[in-house]
């Protein structure tokens, strides 16, 4: 079975998605899956530099409203065992590298682990994940090589790939993330709850049993 999830790594409800699909994924160790993660930028605007994140949520949401949705998401979190620190997070960055360093990963098959890293040094620790150096410290914590990896990132390599698997995604009628493809043929939108998972994994594998 395959799934690919198109999700951003400074969207929180990504990360709560990849907890809850794991849950699924362990409720049902009979299936095996290939699991492929996919380009998708919330703010497609943002500038090079990032922006103060104190003025983007202000300018997204209102100073209180941001407040009530991020206690909300916090407070789901701690039900998947997720610690989620938002005050320690001083910018918003624009998420171009950190995609372009996931599909760097997908090439010596640590692409999972790279994901678990960046949602691990944003939202926990608050790191930048608009700097390169950044970037290549939290791949080299992942599994990566620290130096190849800074290399890599400063080549501009799949900056064009990353605009385009998020062009694709809004192509495909994505309006919000996370979204989980089964198989090319079944989605699956938004931090669902591992029971709903269950009736697409039973119709891939009834799929591919048939096959």
């Known amino acids: 079975m395959r799934i690919e999830i198109f999700s951003d790594t400074i969207c929180p409800w990504c990360f709560i998605g990849k907890r809850r699909l794991e849950r699924a994924l362990a409720m049902r160790p009979d299936v095996p899956v290939e699991i492929h993660w996919r380009a998708y930028q919330l703010n497609p605007w943002m500038p090079p530099e990032g922006m103060d994140r104190a003025q983007y949520l202000a300018a997204k949401f209102g100073s209180a409203d941001s407040a009530r949705v991020y206690d909300t998401i916090a407070q789901v979190g701690l039900a998947q065992g997720i610690e989620f620190r938002f005050d320690r997070i001083p910018r918003t960055p624009n998420t171009i590298d950190s995609h372009r360093l996931i599909r760097h990963a997908q090439a010596v098959g640590r692409q999972d682990e790279v994901v678990e890293a960046l949602f691990t040094a944003y939202f926990l620790e608050g790191r930048n ?64 709850e591992p029971e709903y998972f269950m009736p697409l994994f039973d119709l891939a594998t009834t799929r591919e049993a048939a096959e």
């Open 129 to 192: 994940l608009g700097s390169r150096a950044e970037l290549a410290r939290i791949g080299a914590e992942a599994g990566l090589d620290e130096a190849e990896t800074r290399r890599w990132l400063d080549s501009e390599a799949d900056t064009d790939a990353v605009r385009h698997e998020d062009a694709l995604a809004r192509r495909m009628g994505i309006q919000g993330v996370p979204c989980f493809i089964v198989d090319r043929k079944w989605a699956i939108s938004g931090a669902q």
